[in-house]
Structure formats: C-alpha cells, structure tokens
C-alpha cells in the first residue's frame, strides 16, 4: 500500500501539464476566452501568457487524489495475485539476462549458432548491428 502511494506521487505531480493541456483543449471556450487550435497551440499559450506555473495548477490535490489510489490499486493487484495464485515475486520477462538463458531458450543448439541466425537475418534487412562489436583482424567465427 505504502510502496503504490509513494509511486503515485511523482506519478501524478510529472502528468500533471500533460492533464493541464488535455484539459484546455476538451474545455468548450466561451465567447471572450482563449481558444487553442492544438497541443502544440494551447501549450505555447498557456506558457506565454500565464507561465511555466500555469502547467502545474492543481498538482498538489492530484498527488492527494492519485496516490492513494495507486497505493489501492497495488495492494490489490498484490492479494488477488496471492488470491489466484500467480507468482509475484518474479517479474515476467522475456529479455535473457545470463547467457545460460540462452541456452534454455534455445534448447539442444549451440548459441553461438543462433547468433549467426540473427546477424543472417539483420543483415537480410540491411542492418549490421554485430559490426562495431566485432574485433577487427580477430577470430569472431568460434
């Protein structure tokens, strides 16, 4: 609860022009009020015409209003987990981070051959990404 509430803050306070701006477009002017064309418009405006300040009216009650709901919504997320048994405490993710996942990700081949398959293929694309690590004048087909 306290680790979502804690998050919610600078959450909330760093959206808060971005929910200014939203907010002035979808408001209908009123004859004598400033219209806005777009969000690059209503941005210029509101910065010439009433400041850097003027994006962040209101951030204080939207950190009130939004971190506890983030706090909420967290523990939540958390105790149904528990509740429907899913497992919380590793993350999912598809990205390898020891290359021995490499080798359970691609099992009964060599990894060194896949990372061929790879450059093959970026290079069918006109990518040479492996290049600048290559060493040059050295062994890099082992």
Known sequence: ????????????????PAD?????LQVVTREGEMAYTGIRDCTAKVYKHEGLTAFFKGSGMRVVRSSPQFGITLLAYEKLSSLFGVNVEAPPTNVPIDPRD??????????????????GLLSNMGVNVLKPFRKPGG???R
């Open 1 to 16: 609860l306290v680790a979502g509430a804690v998050a919610g803050v600078p959450a909330a306070a760093l959206t808060t």
């Open 20 to 24: 200014v701006v939203k907010t002035r």
């Open 102 to 119: 490499y080798r359970s990700a691609f099992p009964g081949s060599d990894v060194r051959y896949k990372t061929k398959d790879i450059e």
């Open 139 to 141: 062994d890099n087909d």
